[in-house]
């Protein structure tokens, strides 16, 4: 049986791969009620990207 690779194109790897940053960045920033506003724009930027 051979191992056929689907073709995802690379910008859609790199677009998982920021949004996923993103949320982690969004998950540090709710922690905290100083960084609150900017751990929820990353937030909504991740959703947007993914």
């Not at 690379?10 to 949004?19: D, E, I």
């Not at 905290?32 to 990207?49: C, D, V």
Request: aromatic fraction near 8%; avoid cysteine; charged fraction near 10%.
């Amino acid at each position: 049986m051979e191992h056929v690779a689907s073709a995802v194109p690379a910008w859609a790897l790199l677009a998982y791969l920021v949004s996923g940053v993103l949320f982690i960045l969004a998950l540090r920033g709710l922690s905290s009620p100083e960084t609150s506003r900017a751990g929820n724009r990353y937030g909504m930027i991740g959703m947007g990207l993914a």
